[in-house]
């Protein structure tokens, strides 16, 4: 879904999850799945919350992005979003396979290229260091019929 991110004394932080993996311990974004009838905003708020244990307030669109796993034949579709948090409950039980939420500046992100995981990690930070930032109107919410 999407980075949460935020400038606090001029020092860019995200909010990564590490997470275990079939290929060992990653970083990623808080991600996830569209569930039926869930809107898009109704997801990344969801995925934030259970993975993280943070609340987002999506803000803006960062992009969207399609990545292709040759090795794992699988495609990705990734909505990255930017906004403010306005609670924590650290007391939160966090998905399986969740180890832990962490805020990292960008050079502890940069350190662990090496784990993230996939290339949409830095590249959704970097898009977001360079001010794209898009209107939530982009999306529309069709009601179910």
């Keep these: ?9 001029a020092t860019v932080v ?18 996830g799945h569209l569930e039926c009838r869930e809107s898009l905003l109704a997801a990344v708020i969801r995925e934030t919350l259970e993975e993280t244990a943070y609340t987002l307030n999506p803000q803006y669109l960062i992009g969207v992005y ?3 796993n040759e090795a794992r034949d699988v495609s990705y579709l ?7 948090i306005s609670a ?19 050079d502890e992100i940069m350190r662990l290229q090496g784990q993230h ?3 949409l990690v830095l590249r959704c930070i970097e898009d977001w260091l360079a001010g794209r930032r898009f209107p939530l109107e ?3 919410q ?3 019929e």
Aim: glycine share 6%; aromatic share 10%.
């Design 66 to 68: 399609n990545y292709r």
């Design 117 to 119: 995981r996939s290339p």
């Design 138 to 140: 982009l999306l529309t």
């Design 88 to 106: 924590h409950d650290p007391l939160r039980q966090l998905d399986d396979g969740i180890l832990a939420a962490h805020w990292l500046t960008l």
């Design 78 to 84: 990734r909505f990255a979003f930017g906004g403010e």
């Design 14 to 31: 995200s909010l990564l999850v590490e997470e275990e993996t079939e290929y060992g311990i990653c970083f990623n974004q808080p991600a």
């Design 1 to 9: 879904m999407s980075p949460s991110l935020r400038c606090s004394n």
């Design 142 to 144: 069709f009601p179910a």
